[in-house]
């Protein structure tokens, strides 16, 4: 898993890469974070949370594929990789997200056959 991690944040402007329980807690980290990363791994979930709440209950259109939040500063791309595991990724605000997002979706293969 920190292999797989950590390929991930040598993609081109990628700052850093999580995977983190569903608890909130990180199971691994890899990259540069200005803020400590228990902190941002329970924030990723709260997000993950508000946004399943939103689009399972809310608008009944199911559970979210993915969140992409864009700041003055930085991109948040998250992805489930499995009922208990979230992955994250923290991207400068120029990056190019369709190439991020295919190496993710490529880790999550590789993730998705360690964690079931």
């Given at each position: 898993?920190?292999?797989?991690?950590?390929?991930?944040?040598?993609?081109?402007?990628?700052?850093?890469?999580?995977l983190v329980g569903k608890d909130?807690?990180?199971i691994v980290s890899a990259g540069e974070f200005k803020h400590d990363t228990d902190f941002i791994g329970a924030s990723i979930c709260e997000l993950f949370a508000t946004a399943e709440t939103m689009t399972f209950e809310r608008f009944?259109?199911?559970?979210?594929?993915?969140?992409?939040?864009?700041?003055q500063d930085l991109i948040f791309?998250?992805?489930?990789?499995?009922?208990?595991?979230?992955?994250?990724?923290?991207?400068?605000k120029d990056a190019n997200t369709g190439?991020?997002?295919?190496?993710?979706?490529?880790?999550?293969?590789?993730?998705?056959?360690?964690?079931?």
């Open positions: 898993m920190e292999k797989i991690v950590e390929e991930l944040t040598q993609v081109r402007s990628v700052r850093g890469t999580l909130g807690l990180v009944e259109a199911g559970k979210p594929v993915n969140i992409t939040l864009e700041s791309i998250v992805y489930e990789v499995t009922e208990e595991t979230i992955l994250a990724v923290l991207a400068e190439i991020i997002n295919i190496e993710i979706k490529l880790a999550l293969q590789k993730l998705q056959e360690m964690l079931i």
